[in-house]
């Protein structure tokens, strides 16, 4: 059975809680940066021309989780490119890799990682 | 003090969101990385309200929440959907099924509290 959430050292203060989360910003990037590769992979596949349908829908569950995240951290713009990303897959048709490319590279470059 | 539960699949979401309402409204937070194991928990602890991802692996959070309506024990616990979709149809979808709100990702950390409450009425 899951206990409480433990963060007996969280204040109620907006500063103290702001450190704190850039405590879990740091503990989190190794999974950003996997979430990154992973996308990097899917533009390398679709400027090949290779890209799966599982690929594909795995760079959109990637892409949809980005936008849920890099904007709770601090980073608004890395949502709007990663909420880009996401519409873009979802549409119907072929990937446009030029475009997919640029929003990942800014998408990074948003983040300075 | 009030006592949630958090249930999302996502580790950094479930942290932060957690970290949240605790440092910021100082509520007690349990949580759960997935439908079943949410269901689980709010049976044993009888949380005031859930916060829990729509997109969730296995079972959604739509699909909880309607299994929730079926145990008497669960139905009448208030249930805020979190969802990264901003699409108006997927928001009119979640808000169809009879949740008390649906909040978007990204959530501001140091006001989710206060959507929280605002939704749920508490002052």
Known sequence: MPQPFESAKA???PDATRKLLATLWERNLPVLRDRF???????????????????RDGAIATAHKLAGSLGMFGYPEGTEFARRIEQHL???GPVDALRFGEDVAAMQAALSL | MRRILIIDDEDDI???AALSLESVAGWQVYTASS?????????????DAILMDVMMPAMDGPTTFREMQKMPNLAGIPVILLTAKVQGVDQRRFAGLGVTAVLFKPFD????????SAALGWS
């Open chain 2, 109 to 116: 950390p140091l006001t989710l509290a206060e959507q929280m």
């Open chain 2, 14 to 16: 479930r942290e932060v």
């Open chain 2, 35 to 47: 439908g079943a194991e949410g269901m689980r928990v709010a049976a044993a602890e009888l949380p």
């Open chain 1, 11 to 13: 204040p109620k203060d």
């Open chain 1, 37 to 55: 590769a992973e996308l990097e992979h899917a533009v390398v596949a679709a400027r090949a021309g290779t890209m799966t349908q599982p690929q």
């Open chain 1, 90 to 92: 979802e549409a119907t």
